[in-house]
């Protein structure tokens, strides 16, 4: 980059010299068919401007050209490392227009390498599972560093990343341990009374990444998808007494809009076990009538309330992964403060 020595108080004019900033891969090493990144930086180059660049090995042999052009300043391209490659790689990068040529450091080019069968221990997991992600890893050495990729599913390849893990080769694999905490609020999954397409319960995959070569887990035949499961505690009571209401019936209707119809114990409490992750609809049936409707909560618990009839049930939406405490108001009551 130029600097500018002159003085302050007076107009200059001058001409900024067009350069290729950086040529890097943006790993050290890969194995033959693995796939690299490279990244191309230039500075006062034309938007459009033309480029070339050459893969050649350690032997001088040329493996690849490529002809591009500049959007930006940047150009970032994925490229695989070639079959036949040797010793090392080098990205030369030329701009004709403009008489500019710059090469990278050489990435080693390592054994062949084979990765494939990416599959969880599991194929449904709740809160706090401690899972196993595996991978056969064929040529690696032990002590190789992996990558392991976790993605929430997402329809159109709008996947979402979770977390990154970084374990070595050993005996030929790739295994790992992870604790399973769900990275989203389960209140913004779409439920099917809301989804145009239908309700999708939440899953999982993951890649491994090794010297470039990648398995993903969505090729297994099973594990390969891991589905995520929920639980749910509701408590009913009295929002003026903070008493709860026993043996009285709450009609759910879950994510996926099956129901479920449960019957609060003795302290006015149910529990759902690993039902679909989502909004939940809550209606108390026996509590209808103009005399008794949801009010809000005020202590710590959390709570949503929606929907009341004028002369119907009380109706409230949750979700799932919490405890919830719906407090009944009587009309015209006023709520407790503390």
Not at 184 to 195: L, Y
Not at 238 to 247: F, K, R, T
Not at 270 to 277: M, N, R, T
Request: charged residues 25%.
């Amino acid at each position: 980059m130029p600097k500018f020595t002159g003085s302050t108080d007076e107009t200059h004019v001058f001409t900024l010299p067009s350069e290729i900033d950086a040529v890097r891969f943006d790993r050290r090493q890969a194995a033959p068919g693995g796939e690299i990144g490279l990244e191309i930086r230039t500075l006062f180059c034309a938007e459009g401007s033309r480029l070339q660049v050459q893969l050649l090995d350690a032997q001088g042999t040329v493996h690849n050209t490529l002809d591009g052009r500049l959007a930006g300043e940047d150009m970032n391209l994925r490229l695989r490392v070639p079959q036949k490659a040797k010793g090392g790689l080098l990205a030369k990068v030329k701009m004709p227009n403009h008489g500019l040529s710059a090469e990278s450091e050489a990435l080693k080019v390592t054994e062949p390498v084979r990765v494939r069968g990416a599959r969880w221990s599991q194929e449904e997991v709740k809160r706090g599972d401690i899972l196993t992600l595996t991978a056969d890893a064929k040529g690696a050495p032990d002590g190789r560093r992996a990558t392991v990729r976790i993605f929430e599913y997402k329809e159109r390849g709008a996947h979402v990343p979770v977390t990154r893990l970084r374990p070595r080769v050993e005996n030929g694999a790739v295994e790992v341990m992870y604790r399973f905490q769900y990275p989203g609020d389960t209140s913004d999954v779409v439920p099917e009374w809301k989804a145009p397409e239908g309700y999708v319960q939440p899953q999982f995959f993951y890649t491994v990444d090794v010297s470039g070569i990648q398995a993903d887990s969505q090729d297994a035949k099973s594990k390969g998808v891991m589905r995520f499961v929920d639980d749910l505690t509701l408590q009913v009571v009295n929002a003026q007494s903070g008493a709860p209401y026993p043996e009285q019936d709450v009609e759910l209707t879950l994510a996926d809009r099956s129901t479920q119809t449960k019957t609060t114990n003795g302290s006015g409490t149910v529990e759902l076990k690993e039902i679909p992750p989502g909004p939940v609809k809550v209606k108390l049936p026996e509590l209808g009538g103009a005399a008794d409707e949801p009010g809000e909560e005020t202590d710590n618990a959390q709570h949503v309330v929606a929907d009341i009839a004028p002369d119907g049930p009380p109706v409230a939406t949750v979700a799932t992964g919490a405890s919830w405490r719906v407090w009944v108001n009587r009309a015209g009551a006023p709520l407790p403060t503390g």
